[in-house]
């Protein structure tokens, strides 16, 4: 570390997260970069020297959010001698140069293809005294070798490619996140083995298109023998792998069996739908039509009887009839799955779906989405209530409840990715209770649509090294004169931005794979 960035010891900081799991990984790389550069993490209620946002550009109005809070810190910065402003993430790479044409307060703007650059283009901006801004066309180094500061230390993001390779219309991620590169197996690999020799006990393998991994150097089974190469790390401390998410075109009957027969695999499966009209799938470039994405359901559910499968879907896309929207609730009838993240159409600008004709009227949209998220919820609720009686091993997890404290429960995901709120034990003390990371078998006594409720005794509580590494963290010496609170969790394994119990949330355009 030269001399020039050293010079940010002692300084603070805070990232602020938009978007998708991706960006959340990356929020974990931006972190490690910082510190290892010298700052610490802004203690809650303290304003930072640096504030650093990861944005996201396939939300709406992301830009006017922007902007918006980046005008709420022009006073703040200016009573705050020395502080630094920066943008980097999917907005950024696409806003480019116009964030300091609208923002000049703004210090760095950076691509999503040079996380690395962040301290020196800080460092750069505090000596010159202005703001600098780079971007780079294609990945020079992949994130995943750049320094993390992981957020949870029990389960963890493992980013295998970056990028994407289709061309659905409604999307602009291809466009800022570049053509697809994947890591190679062994890396990612050597990866997993050494957060599970920190404790991690599950891991959620991410890449925009996973099905799709191994293109880059030619194995079209490439995934497949990834989640049996996870597998054989179950030895090693490695108890749950996920991965998200996977598209209906690439999607394999060897994954399947690799899904069926890997013991650390879990029975849960993210499956983007997005229409079940033939024609707007085909007006959304989506190459797969309903009776393929409903064959794909069938075959993982008779190889895996008890998986619980969620999707995305989209309402109101251009050129979207009645009878199209028909469609859609016919399939979600058909298809039954655990939970839905539903998303009304919105134009994204530098899409094609954004020029084409047919635009859905808003009103429209609404009423459609309202009886979409009524079906949805209804059949979440059948579906869960199926299994009142049922033994669960959950995973406890932090922040996943946020009632636990008034119900004195907590909370985790069982093997399937379902939200369990728990009893601890009906006679142990709340603080006395299992540790995030720990494993607790329990039956559920109760469901509703989002979570199942297990207030009985708990049959079993497993304390794991996930545990004591969670429990040694809370116990390590805050680095700054009061400990820093964790920014709120993104769920692992679960579609990002959403959180707690209400997985119907309108808050992006579906644009996951």
């Given at each position: 570390?030269?001399?020039?960035?050293?010079?940010?010891?002692?300084?603070?900081?805070?990232?602020?997260?938009?978007?998708?799991?991706?960006?959340?990984?990356?929020?974990?790389?931006?972190?490690?970069?910082?510190?290892?550069?010298?700052?610490?993490?802004?203690?809650?209620?303290?304003?930072?020297?640096?504030?650093?946002?990861?944005?996201?550009?396939?939300?709406?109005?992301?830009?006017?959010?922007?902007?918006?809070?980046?005008?709420?810190?022009?006073?703040?910065?200016?009573?705050?001698?020395?502080?630094?402003?920066?943008?980097?993430?999917?907005?950024?790479?696409?806003?480019?140069?116009?964030?300091?044409?609208?923002?000049?307060?703004?210090?760095?703007?950076?691509?999503?293809?040079?996380?690395?650059?962040?301290?020196?283009?800080?460092?750069?901006?505090?000596?010159?005294?202005?703001?600098?801004?780079?971007?780079?066309?294609?990945?020079?180094?992949?994130?995943?070798?750049?320094?993390?500061?992981?957020?949870?230390?029990?389960?963890?993001?493992?980013?295998?490619?970056?990028?994407?390779?289709?061309?659905?219309?409604?999307?602009?991620?291809?466009?800022?996140?570049?053509?697809?590169?994947?890591?190679?197996?062994?890396?990612?690999?050597?990866?997993?083995?050494?957060?599970?020799?920190?404790?991690?006990?599950?891991?959620?393998?991410?890449?925009?298109?996973?099905?799709?991994?191994?293109?880059?150097?030619?194995?079209?089974?490439?995934?497949?023998?990834?989640?049996?190469?996870?597998?054989?790390?179950?030895?090693?401390?490695?108890?749950?792998?996920?991965?998200?998410?996977?598209?209906?075109?690439?999607?394999?009957?060897?994954?399947?069996?690799?899904?069926?027969?890997?013991?650390?695999?879990?029975?849960?499966?993210?499956?983007?739908?997005?229409?079940?009209?033939?024609?707007?799938?085909?007006?959304?470039?989506?190459?797969?039509?309903?009776?393929?994405?409903?064959?794909?359901?069938?075959?993982?559910?008779?190889?895996?009887?008890?998986?619980?499968?969620?999707?995305?879907?989209?309402?109101?896309?251009?050129?979207?009839?009645?009878?199209?929207?028909?469609?859609t609730l016919d399939l979600v009838r058909q298809a039954r799955f655990a939970s839905a993240f539903t998303f009304q159409y919105s134009i994204r600008e530098g899409t094609p779906a954004a020029t084409m004709p047919g635009?859905?009227?808003?009103?429209?949209?609404?009423?459609?989405?309202?009886?979409?998220?009524?079906?949805?919820?209804?059949?979440?609720?059948?579906?869960n209530a199926k299994l009142s009686g049922a033994t669960v091993e959950v995973l406890v997890a932090e922040g996943e409840g946020r009632k636990d404290i008034a119900t004195r429960r907590l909370s985790g995901r069982a093997?399937?990715?379902?939200?369990?709120?728990?009893?601890?034990?009906?006679?142990?003390?709340?603080?006395?209770?299992?540790?995030?990371?720990?494993?607790?078998?329990?039956?559920?006594?109760?469901?509703?649509?989002?979570?199942?409720?297990?207030?009985?005794?708990?049959?079993?509580?497993?304390?794991?090294?996930?545990?004591?590494?969670?429990?040694?963290?809370?116990?390590?010496?805050?680095?700054?004169?009061?400990?820093?609170?964790?920014?709120?969790?993104?769920?692992?394994?679960?579609?990002?931005?959403?959180?707690?119990?209400?997985?119907?949330?309108?808050?992006?355009?579906?644009?996951?794979?």
């Amino acid at each position: 570390m030269g001399e020039g960035l050293r010079a940010q010891e002692g300084r603070t900081y805070e990232v602020r997260t938009y978007g998708c799991q991706m960006n959340a990984h990356d929020s974990e790389r931006v972190a490690g970069l910082l510190e290892d550069a010298g700052y610490t993490r802004a203690s809650e209620g303290d304003t930072a020297d640096l504030i650093v946002f990861n944005t996201c550009a396939v939300r709406e109005n992301a830009a006017d959010r922007l902007y918006g809070n980046l005008g709420h810190l022009l006073p703040v910065k200016k009573a705050h001698k020395g502080m630094q402003i920066a943008v980097g993430g999917c907005l950024a790479q696409m806003e480019r140069t116009k964030i300091t044409q609208r923002a000049p307060w703004v210090d760095v703007v950076y691509g999503t293809h040079n996380i690395g650059a962040l301290p020196e283009l800080l460092e750069r901006a505090r000596q010159r005294q202005e703001a600098q801004a780079e971007f780079e066309e294609t990945l020079e180094t992949f994130p995943s070798l750049l320094p993390a500061r992981r957020e949870s230390p029990y389960s963890a993001w493992v980013s295998i490619s970056v990028g994407c390779n289709n061309t659905c219309t409604f999307c602009i991620v291809p466009s800022l996140r570049g053509k697809e590169k994947d890591r190679r197996p062994g890396d990612i690999l050597d990866e997993i083995r050494a957060l599970t020799a920190d404790g991690v006990l599950e891991v959620t393998l991410l890449g925009q298109n996973v099905n799709s991994y191994g293109a880059e150097f030619g194995d079209k089974l490439a995934f497949s023998k990834l989640l049996r190469s996870c597998g054989e790390l179950a030895a090693e401390g490695l108890e749950r792998v996920r991965f998200t998410s996977p598209h209906p075109r690439d999607f394999t009957g060897d994954v399947i069996e690799a899904m069926a027969t890997t013991g650390n695999v879990m029975p849960s499966l993210h499956m983007p739908l997005q229409s079940g009209s033939d024609a707007v799938l085909k007006s959304m470039r989506r190459a797969y039509r309903r009776d393929r994405y409903l064959a794909i359901l069938d075959n993982v559910r008779t190889a895996i009887p008890h998986a619980a499968i969620t999707t995305d879907i989209i309402v109101g896309f251009p050129g979207e009839t009645e009878a199209d929207f028909a469609d859609t609730l016919d399939l979600v009838r058909q298809a039954r799955f655990a939970s839905a993240f539903t998303f009304q159409y919105s134009i994204r600008e530098g899409t094609p779906a954004a020029t084409m004709p047919g635009q859905v009227p808003h009103d429209v949209v609404q009423e459609r989405y309202n009886r979409l998220v009524a079906l949805v919820e209804q059949i979440c609720a059948e579906e869960n209530a199926k299994l009142s009686g049922a033994t669960v091993e959950v995973l406890v997890a932090e922040g996943e409840g946020r009632k636990d404290i008034a119900t004195r429960r907590l909370s985790g995901r069982a093997r399937d990715n379902r939200l369990v709120h728990f009893a601890p034990h009906r006679d142990a003390p709340y603080n006395n209770a299992p540790r995030p990371g720990d494993i607790v078998t329990t039956v559920v006594t109760g469901t509703a649509p989002h979570y199942l409720i297990a207030d009985a005794a708990p049959l079993d509580v497993r304390r794991t090294r996930a545990g004591d590494a969670w429990e040694a963290r809370q116990a390590a010496p805050a680095p700054t004169a009061s400990r820093s609170p964790a920014p709120a969790p993104v769920l692992l394994g679960m579609p990002g931005g959403v959180r707690g119990d209400t997985p119907f949330a309108p808050s992006d355009d579906g644009s996951r794979r």
